[in-house]
């Protein structure tokens, strides 16, 4: 059943449910819908939900350093610069020349999978000026450029980025199996608390059988006292019996009271749901399936494939040894490799106020500059103004304390990861075997408390043939009668047990959830808290 069918069930049956006692309407719900209703409203998984949720989005994060930045600045700008120089350039009366500029200029920013970055920059600018020393006014300058910085040490195997991306997926697997582990453990709770509440009910069936059997008894001896076969005196041990087996029957209520509030804690998620007031039925018997004829021995290496648990300790090794590469990579010097080209250009129209110191005819603009943007732009393609670098930028962190003292730290913490992944694995190695020892031992026990019950009924009715034949007395028949209540109440918990046993091996084993054909999705949200009534 899907999770939003339960969900509905859940939902509707108060409305149609026909009350069955004081304690409120009844909802019959079988393992499968309470399952799935657990799955859908389990406060623990919605958290693990949103858990898984946050987790994913941190790796879509850490991918985001790789998204190129793109800078733009663009500006108006006037200024008067002072000049201490007879050759300021001012002109006729003026302290300084005068700039008048418009500008733009664009940055894209690149990191690359090496650790490396690749820098784009591009500048374009319109300046105008009165300094007499200017040949072009208005001018345009323009230039275009790359620089690629490479690390040979520091940051070469690792950096930043990649270490926050290669955390991120490991923690986005962390959260998954976390996922996987609270959806088994609240699977297995779910169940257990079922079978618990089926065999709650069935022991107060027990009991209130056993106190019928009484009063009958009882019955049976006021007949014959009235009859005089029996004397006032033998009234006295059904009438105890009576009154006794009445306050077992009481306590057996009030645990399975208890038993349907905890079964309801794990089927509602809010403590306001009027659900709370209904009366919870278990639908499926606690018959267990038949078990395979021969029984399979415990796989210990599969399960610890499977288990959630040992996933997550191997995830936060994983975690830690990346941190620990990343620290060590710190203690490294740094030392980049950095090479760089900008192709500049200039243009623009001949200065009207153009006047140089040292008269020697007309001031000439070159062709190759004379024009607008468009020929500022083309002395670029043209290679006229080139600007080629290559070199190494080298830094040093004297002693360097810090990143040491952390590649220490880490190491050890690293250390103490793979001794926790260790005893993630031995104790699954002990869960699995204790539980298939578990099932084959409750599987034995059925059979063995069933011949007990079957035996008790037996003995029962020879010994209620013989009391009324007058060969024995009362107190032999109550006797019988305890005997057979006890056989069944044996009986009823060793069925149960032999259900909780098998749910525990699934889960020791890590395949409750596919055994009942569970899939969870990581990325899919939690559903909202409910509003009852407050």
């Known amino acids: 059943m899907r999770p939003q069918a339960a969900f509905l069930l859940l939902a509707a049956l108060p409305a149609i449910a026909q009350p069955a006692d004081d304690a409120g309407p009844e909802l019959r719900l079988t393992l499968a819908e309470a399952r799935a209703i657990a799955l859908e409203r389990n406060v623990d998984l919605r958290v693990e939900r949103e858990t898984a949720a946050t987790s994913e989005a941190g790796e879509v994060r850490a991918r985001g350093a790789w998204d190129p930045l793109v800078r733009v600045d663009a500006r108006l700008r006037e200024r008067t610069d002072p000049v201490n120089s007879i050759l300021s ?34 500048t374009l600018a319109r300046e105008k000026t009165d300094s007499v020393f200017s040949i072009l006014s208005p001018s345009w300058t323009s230039s275009l450029g790359l620089e690629i910085r490479q690390p040979l040490l520091r940051n070469r195997a690792t950096d930043v980025a990649r270490t926050a991306l290669r955390v991120a997926r490991v923690d ?70 009576v009154e006794r087996r009445k306050g077992e029957l009481l306590a057996s209520r ?6 349907e509030n905890a079964l309801k804690s794990l089927l509602l998620g809010d403590p306001a749901d009027p659900a709370w007031a209904s009366r919870v039925v278990p639908a499926d018997d606690a018959e267990p399936a038949a078990a395979p004829a021969a029984p399979t021995a415990p796989d210990v290496a599969a399960a610890e494939g499977r288990r959630p648990e040992v996933a997550e300790a191997a995830a936060r090794l994983d975690r830690l040894t990346i941190e620990a590469e990343a620290a060590r990579d710190r203690v490294r010097p740094q030392l980049d490799l950095v090479a760089g080209y900008i192709g500049r250009g200039l243009a623009g129209d001949p200065n009207p106020g153009v006047a140089p110191p040292f008269p020697s005819g007309p001031v000439e603009v070159p062709e190759a500059l004379d024009g607008g943007l468009g020929r500022s732009l083309g002395t670029i393609g043209e290679g006229r103004f080139p600007d080629a670098s290559v070199g190494l930028a080298f830094a040093l962190p004297l002693g360097n304390r810090a990143a040491r003292a952390e590649s220490r730290q880490l190491r050890s913490a690293r250390v103490q990861a793979e001794l926790a992944l260790l005893r993630a694995r031995q104790q699954v190695g002990v869960e699995v075997r204790n539980a298939a020892f578990a099932e084959e031992t409750a599987a034995q026990r059925v059979a063995a408390v069933r011949a007990a019950r079957l035996a008790a009924e037996t003995q029962l009715r020879a010994e209620e043939e013989r009391f009324a034949a007058g060969l024995t007395t009362s107190f032999f028949v109550l006797t019988r009668q305890n005997d057979l209540t006890q056989a069944r109440l044996v009986e009823t918990q060793a069925l149960a047990d ?19 054909r569970i899939q969870l999705h990581a990325s899919e949200p939690a559903a909202a808290p409910e509003r009852g009534t407050r």
């Open 172 to 241: 986005r697997g962390r959260s998954a199996a976390s996922l996987q582990r609270v959806a088994a453990d609240t699977v297995a709770a779910l169940e257990r608390s079922y079978w618990t509440l089926v065999a709650a009910r069935q022991s107060v069936e027990a009991r209130t059988s056993a106190v019928a059997l009484a009063v009958r008894q009882q019955e049976d001896v006021s007949a014959r006292v009235e009859a005089g076969t029996l004397s006032e005196s033998d009234l006295a041990s059904p009438l105890a019996e």
């Open 89 to 122: 350039g001012a002109p006729s009366g003026e302290l300084a020349p005068t700039q008048r500029s418009a500008g733009l200029s664009l940055g894209v920013v690149q990191l690359l999978p090496t650790g490396g970055s690749l820098t784009l920059t591009s």
């Open 498 to 516: 032999l259900r909780m046993a098998r749910v525990e091996r699934a889960r020791a084993e890590g395949t409750l959830l596919s055994d009942r």
């Open 254 to 259: 009030e645990a399975a009271a208890r038993a």
